[in-house]
């Protein structure tokens, strides 16, 4: 794994909404006007454990905070929640790891030198808009450094049986607004991930940033730090003609592959006749071992693509993409 450390120069706008917070004080999320600068330091080697890997999931980049959120108006302390929401589609390649760590990204260079902070990580709600039950909530940190701060979970908690998870974090917020901002955002990656990357909770029910401050859309700088046995890496290779397609797959990494899915698909031809494709499985694929996959023979002609993909349920998904030119059965110059 690599250990990177980055610079990154941010920026952001004056903007504010009323809101109700805790349902009596009106308050106004607002954003830092002023250009920051921050180095943080992201480890994803695992130092205590070296056979073991850890990942972040997040949807923020370290290199695209941009923008400073804290609260203003009514009296403090503030206390407050902002979240991210990780579906399967972030946690499928990590099922059986652990949730161990969360990192969560702190200026204290805008008025709120400190602040406590309290981590909920939250079970499947009955909408892609609101958490379940509160899975553990023990684990409290001071921040008081500008950068991505990496808190160790009291408790860490078991991927396994999880469909999906919410990672919050509890802001309290000591000093007054306005001129007071902490809540690190990225809005340069792009703007929020639906349903998924701002989830924000004034005291009065869940709600997303970009809803309540359109001016602020984008991604918390929250991730969710796992930990387990290690991925397997899959690729692909050694694709061939000329009756059909061949190919191997091959797990280039140091773990077994579990539960492996592959396909092949070819499309094109004069007209854009040709349109076949074939799929396959495998229980596993051990460390340094390769599989054969195939696509039969076909007939047809003119330029032909071939998009082959493979994934696991502890790898990420690899793809290769080739041309070729098709004669009758025949699979021609692939490159």
């Known amino acids: 794994m690599k250990n990177n450390t980055k610079k990154f120069l941010k920026a952001g706008l004056v903007m504010c909404i009323a809101a109700l917070f805790i349902g ?12 920051i600068a921050f ?62 760590k969360v990192n969560v990204a702190f200026s204290a260079d805008n008025g709120q030198a400190e602040i406590d902070v309290q981590i909920f990580i939250y079970d499947k709600g009955t909408s892609s808009t609101k958490p379940g039950a509160v899975i553990v909530s023990d684990t409290t940190a001071h921040l008081d450094t500008t950068g991505v701060t990496t808190i160790p979970l009291t408790t860490p908690v078991d991927l396994a049986g999880h469909e999906e998870i919410w990672v919050a974090v ?49 991604r918390w700088g929250i991730g969710a730090i796992v930990e387990g046995a290690g991925l397997a890496e899959l690729s692909i290779g050694n694709i061939k003609g000329p009756m059909g397609i061949k190919a191997d797959v091959s797990n280039i990494g140091a773990n077994v592959a579990n539960n492996l899915e592959w396909s092949i698909a070819v499309t094109g031809g004069i007209l854009k006749k040709v349109d076949k494709s074939n799929t396959g499985t495998a229980a596993t694929l051990a460390a ?42 025949f699979v021609l110059s692939i490159k």
């Not at 905070?65 to 609260?71: E, N, P, R, T, Y």
């Not at 023979?297 to 493979?310: D, E, L, N, P």
């Open 288 to 329: 340094g071992a390769s599989t054969p996959i195939s696509l039969g023979t076909f007939i047809g002609f003119g330029k032909i693509s071939i998009v082959i993909t493979a994934k696991a349920q502890n790898a990420l998904e690899v793809s290769a993409t080739k041309s070729a030119f098709l004669l009758g059965p």
């Open 39 to 100: 180095a943080s330091t992201k480890k994803t080697a695992n130092l205590t454990n070296p056979t073991r890997d850890e990942v972040e999931l997040k949807y923020y980049d370290e290199a695209n905070l941009d923008q400073v959120i804290g609260l203003s108006g009514g009296t403090p302390p503030y206390i407050w929640k902002s979240a991210i929401r990780l579906t399967q589609d972030e946690m499928a390649p990590y099922a059986d790891w652990n949730l161990t």
């Open 170 to 218: 509890q802001w309290t917020q000591t000093e007054a607004g306005p001129g007071v901002y902490y809540a690190w955002l990225d809005t340069l990656s792009g703007p929020h991930v639906t349903d998924k990357s701002d989830f924000c909770n004034l005291g009065s029910g869940w709600t997303q940033l970009h809803i309540a401050l359109p001016s602020a859309d984008g």
């Open 24 to 35: 009596t004080s009106a308050v106004a999320i607002t954003i830092n006007p002023e250009k």
